[in-house]
T-cell receptor, first 116, second 114 residues
């Protein structure tokens, strides 16, 4: 069975500071890994995904994440936080057995606050 | 291109009442999924349609939940009768066939059962 943990349900950073949101996963098969973001009153948007190509994945809005198999981690980072980054972020894992969305397992989410 | 739309955005009902949530996927997307997030916990899978057929409904919590997808277009999720523990945010997502990873999510329906 797959699982995802996100350390910290709420993270606060100052504008311009480094953003680091942690995600650790458990999967019995090589995983696909994703970060989604939900802005207020909007649906989840895909930030980036890892699908076995480069381990350092670049996404939208300056975010990136690094897949570390030895640490079973897929932490999300951004060098300099912007006020518009305030949102809730979800890490998700999916296996590669088939083509169906039900294999998405989401973490509990981390709410990011950006302080002026 | 229109995204995934969900109606209503919020619903407040009393225990024992019936509520129907609607999801309109992106046109041409055969795959339609329902997810639920309860009490700020994990987003959990409910069920998956391929066109009008239920591919997997293993995540449906009990028989008070009924999902349909008329003609392979929009989908409805009915809760009858609603219980307090059904409160949460219900998300719908859709994707094209063969493009598993590219899920497009709606903004969700916030359901409150009082």
């Amino acid at each position: 069975a797959q699982s995802v943990t996100q350390l910290g349900s709420h993270v606060s950073v100052s504008e311009g500071a480094l953003v680091l949101l942690r995600c650790n996963y458990s999967s019995s098969v090589p995983p696909y890994l994703f970060w989604y973001v939900q802005y207020p009153n909007q649906g989840l948007q895909l930030l980036l995904k890892y699908t076995s190509a480069a381990t350092l994945v670049k996404g939208i809005n300056g975010f990136e994440a690094e897949f570390k198999k030895s640490e079973t981690s897929f932490h999300l980072t951004k060098p300099s936080a912007h006020m518009s980054d305030a949102a809730e972020y979800f890490c998700a894992v999916s296996d590669r057995r088939d083509n169906y969305g039900q294999n998405f397992v989401f973490g509990p989410g981390t709410r990011l606050s950006v302080l002026p | 291109e229109a995204g995934v739309t969900q109606f209503p955005s919020h619903s407040v009902i009393e225990k024992g009442q019936t509520v129907t949530l609607r999801c309109d996927p992106i046109s041409g997307h055969d795959n339609l999924y329902w997810y639920r997030r309860v009490m700020g916990k994990e987003i959990k899978f409910l069920l998956h349609f391929v066109k009008e057929s239920k591919q997997d409904e293993s995540g449906m919590p009990n028989n008070r939940f009924l999902a349909e997808r008329t003609g392979g277009t929009y989908s409805t999720l009915k809760v009858q009768p609603a219980e307090l523990e059904d409160s949460g945010v219900y998300f719908c997502a859709s994707s094209q066939s063969g493009v598993r990873e590219k899920l497009f999510f709606g903004s969700g329906t916030q359901l409150s059962v009082l």
